[in-house]
C-alpha cells in the first residue's frame, strides 16, 4: 500500500515496523526546540527527573526570543534560567541576544531544520517546518524536556488530508491569503488529529518563505502538521545551507488520504481572519469598515525578508495614517540586514513606521505594541483569540503583509489597490 | 480515583489564550497561575472554583498554543478534571505528559449544566451527574497513555522505565 510524506518520514525515525493510523509509536527526534516561556517548565521537569542525561546535544535549539529583550524581571530571571542549562549542558545551538530571530524563521534560515526531519518544538508553530517537507509539530515542555533525555518522543499515528490549490494566484494573494482561505473552509478544529498535505501549482509557484506562512499555519486547523513536499525551490533553499544528510519525500501516487479537497485560485482574493478565531475569514471586498488602531508586520507568519519587500512596495512614498501606530519587526537578524541593504528600513522610516528588534512580542500580547481597552489591530501574525495583544476587551484581525501595509496608510482594513490607484 | 465537584460550563474552541493569558507566562509556578486559570473566559473562575470541581466544556478545548501552562494553571487551580466533547491536540497530549485527567463525551458535553455536582470513575471513564442521575461513558484511553497516568505522568514514566 502507498505512504504518504508523513508516513514515510515516520517510518524512517522509528523502530516500529508496521504502523497504522492511530497506533502510537515512539519516533526519533531530529531537532527538539524551546523557546524563553517553554523551556523553563522543560528544564525544571529535566531537573526533577534527577537523571542529568541529554542524549544528543546537537539536537537541542533554544531560542529566546518571546519575551526578550526582557520585558521584567521575572522574563529575564526564565532567560537566565535557560542560558545557565545550555551552559551547564554544552547546548551550542542556543540563540541569544543579537543572535535571536523568532524561532521558526531562524530555524530554516540557519539550516537546522531539512526535508525528511521529524521535529518537535515546544511551541505550537512548530509545524512552520513542514513547508520543507519535513514532519514537524508542537509538542508541550515535558514533550520536550523528554526528548532531551531519550532523544524520542511518543506520537499517535496521524492520518493525512490532501488540499490542492490549483489555477493562478490573484494579485496581493500570497501563502497567508491561501492558509486563512483554508482554515475559513476547514475551521480551527477541521484538521484535527490529521496531517495537511499542501500541494497545486499555486504551492509550487511559491517561495519557500511563502510556503513556510502556509505550514505555519497549520496548527490554526488543530492540524499535527501541515506538509508542502520538497521541489527543486526548496532544494535551492537549503542546499547551501545544509550541514548534514537530508532526505526529499514524496507521497505514493497511491497513498491513502481522508479527505481530498481542491480550491480554485480565481476564487480566492486577498484575505482577513475577524476576532476572535481564525476560522473567520472573509475575502477582502467583504471586510466594510473596519478602523483600526495599530498595524503589526512581522512574526513566525510573515516577518520574513519578502514579506518585508511585499510591505514595502506599499509603504513606499505613503504616510501611517495619523493616530495609527505601524510596527514592523524583522524577525531575523540577517533579515533585518537584508531589509537594512535593500533601502526597506528607510521606506518603513520615512512612512512613519516603527521599526523593532526581532521578537515575537506583540503577537502574544507579551510586549512592544500591546493593545489598550477598545483597540483594533491588523496584524500579519497567526492568532486573533480574545486578548492575544493586550486587553481581553481589544481585537485582532489578521492578514498578509499587502494588506496589512494598506491598511497602515488608510487607518481602516483595506485592499492594496486602494493605496495604489 | 474518583473525582468529585460542580459543573463549571465553557463554550467550543476554548483557546490556551483563554486558559492562561500571554501576559502571566512570565513565570511557570503553578501557584501564581492559578490565580489566573480561565481568566479570559471567565474572569471569577479563579476565586469561584473549589477542590474537586469539574470543567466541562465543548469541542476542540485547548486550541493554540503548546504552553503547558494552560494544564498546569487548571490542576493548580483545584480542578480535578476537565471534560469536554474534543481536545485540541498538544492540550491532549500535555495534560497526560503531566497528569491532569480529561475525558471525552459528546453527551456529557452537551448535557450537563452549570453547578451540576459531577461524579468521575478516572479508571473505568464513566460520568456521572448527580444531579440529574444520568451517567455517560467516556472515550476508552489508549492502553500507552493509560501507563502515563499510572506512572503519574511522562517524566515518572521514563524514571521507571528509563526510555519513553
Known amino acids: 500500500m502507498g505512504m504518504t510524506i508523513a508516513e514515510k518520514i515516520l517510518q524512517a525515525h522509528t523502530d516500529t515496523p508496521e504502523f497504522k493510523p492511530g497506533d502510537i509509536i515512539r519516533v526519533n527526534v531530529d531537532v527538539a526546540l524551546a523557546n524563553d516561556i517553554t523551556a523553563p517548565i522543560a528544564i525544571e521537569a529535566f531537573n526533577r527527573s534527577g537523571l542529568n542525561r541529554v542524549a544528543d546535544r546537537s539536537k537541542v535549539v533554544f531560542v529566546l526570543d518571546h519575551f526578550t529583550p526582557n520585558k521584567d524581571i521575572a522574563s529575564a530571571n526564565q532567560c537566565k534560567m535557560v542560558r545557565d542549562f545550555a551552559r551547564e549542558h554544552g547546548i551550542e545551538n542556543f540563540f541569544d541576544g543579537g543572535d535571536v530571530g523568532v524561532e521558526h524563521a531562524l530555524l530554516p534560515e540557519k539550516g537546522l531544520v531539512l526535508p525528511g526531519d521529524f521535529i518537535i518544538g515546544a511551541d505550537s508553530h512548530t509545524c512552520t517546518y513542514g513547508a520543507m517537507g519535513a514532519f514537524a509539530t508542537g509538542v508541550g515542555s515535558t514533550d520536550l524536556a523528554a526528548a532531551i533525555m531519550t532523544g524520542q518522543a511518543w506520537m499517535k499515528v496521524p492520518s493525512t488530508m490532501k488540499f490542492t490549490f490549483k489555477g493562478e494566484l490573484q494579485p496581493w494573494v500570497g501563502g497567508k491569503d491561501l492558509i486563512l482561505y483554508l482554515i475559513g473552509d476547514i475551521g480551527v478544529d477541521g484538521g484535527l488529529y490529521h496531517v495537511l498535505e499542501i500541494d497545486g501549482e499555486a504551492v509550487s509557484s511559491l517561495d519557500l518563505s511563502n510556503r513556510l506562512t502556509m505550514s505555519n499555519m497549520a496548527i490554526e486547523a488543530g492540524a499535527k502538521a501541515g506538509i508542502i513536499p520538497a521541489d527543486s525551490k526548496t532544494e535551492d533553499y537549503v542546499g547551501p545551507r545544509a550541514r548534514r544528510q537530508y532526505t526529499m519525500y514524496k507521497s505514493d501516487p497511491d497513498a491513502v488520504y481522508v479527505s481530498l479537497k481542491e480550491y480554485d485560485c480565481a476564487n480566492i482574493e486577498p484575505q482577513v481572519a475577524f476576532p476572535h478565531l481564525p476560522e473567520n475569514t472573509r475575502g477582502i471586498s467583504d471586510v466594510g469598515e473596519v478602523l483600526i488602531d495599530q498595524v503589526v508586520i512581522g512574526s513566525c507568519t510573515n516577518g520574513r525578508i519578502e514579506d518585508l519587500r511585499v510591505a514595502a512596495d506599499i509603504l513606499k512614498g505613503n504616510k501611517v495614517a495619523k493616530g495609527l501606530r505601524c510596527i514592523v519587526l524583522p524577525a531575523t537578524p540577517e533579515i533585518f540586514m537584508k531589509a537594512e541593504d535593500e533601502g526597506l528600513i528607510r521606506i518603513f522610516l520615512e512612512s512613519g513606521a516603527i521599526i523593532g528588534p526581532p521578537t515575537c512580542g506583540p503577537c502574544l500580547g507579551g510586549h512592544m505594541g500591546i493593545l489598550a481597552r477598545g483597540e483594533k489591530a491588523l496584524a500579519t501574525t497567526n492568532r486573533n483569540f480574545v486578548g492575544r495583544m493586550g486587553d481581553p476587551a481589544s481585537e485582532v484581525y489578521l492578514s498578509g503583509p499587502a494588506v496589512a501595509a494598506a491598511s497602515a496608510v488608510t487607518g481602516k482594513i483595506s485592499s492594496p489597490q486602494e493605496v495604489l490607484s | ?164
Open chain 2, 1 to 164: 480515583m474518583i473525582f468529585k465537584g460542580k459543573a463549571f460550563l465553557f463554550g467550543d474552541d476554548i483557546d490556551t489564550d483563554a486558559i492562561i493569558p500571554a501576559r502571566y507566562l512570565n513565570t511557570s509556578d503553578p501557584n501564581e497561575l492559578k490565580k489566573h486559570a480561565m481568566e479570559d473566559a471567565d474572569p471569577e473562575f479563579a476565586s469561584r472554583v473549589r477542590k474537586g470541581d469539574v470543567i466541562v466544556a465543548g469541542k476542540n478545548f485547548g486550541c493554540g498554543s503548546s504552553r503547558e501552562h494552560a494544564p498546569i494553571a487548571i490542576k493548580a487551580s483545584g480542578v480535578s478534571c476537565v471534560i469536554a466533547s474534543s481536545f485540541a491536540r498538544i492540550f491532549f497530549r500535555n495534560s497526560f505528559n503531566m497528569g491532569l485527567p480529561i475525558f471525552e463525551s459528546d453527551k456529557a458535553s452537551a448535557q450537563i449544566k452549570e453547578g451540576d455536582e459531577i461524579e468521575v470513575d478516572a479508571s473505568s471513564g464513566m460520568i456521572r451527574d448527580i444531579t440529574t442521575g444520568k451517567s455517560y461513558a467516556a472515550k476508552p484511553i489508549p492502553s500507552f497513555m493509560q501507563d502515563l497516568i499510572a506512572d503519574g505522568g511522562l517524566i515518572e514514566h521514563i524514571q521507571k522505565t528509563g526510555k519513553i
